[in-house]
């Protein structure tokens, strides 16, 4: 669940406002998505909101595609494994790349280097 509201961050309230505002259905990978909703500003959101995902479709590839990537699999061969445009899995790489160093950053304590070649 959410903390705090994210419309109204300046307002600095101690108590989360965040109330259960129904839910909605992702048909990226079919799942229902709990909504809250702000009683201070009336704004809603999810746990999907602000989240790196946020509004990204195709989500079920995405395990499948870190798999893909990680054994050097080509884009265009990833478009036609998955049966989507090559397009879609050139996108999904970038952010799935941007994901993977992130990790790598948070996970690497040791003050090593990785190599890629
Ligand atoms: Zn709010």
Not at 36 to 60: D, L, P
Not at 95 to 104: D, H, N, P, V, Y
């Amino acid at each position: 669940m959410l903390a705090n509201c994210q419309y109204c961050v300046g307002a600095k309230q101690s108590a989360s406002n965040l109330i259960r505002h129904g839910f909605y259905f992702r048909t990226g990978d079919s799942r229902r998505i709990q909504r809250f909703r702000c009683k201070t500003c009336k704004g809603t959101c999810s746990n999907a909101t602000g989240s790196r995902w946020f509004r990204h479709k195709k989500r079920r590839f995405h395990e499948a595609l870190r798999e893909h990537f990680a054994s050097l699999g080509a884009v265009r061969r990833g478009g036609r494994k998955f049966k989507v445009n090559r397009k879609t899995i050139a996108r999904k790489l970038v952010i799935l790349g941007e994901e993977a160093e992130e990790l790598l950053r948070e996970q690497n304590t040791v003050e090593q280097v990785a190599r890629v070649i």
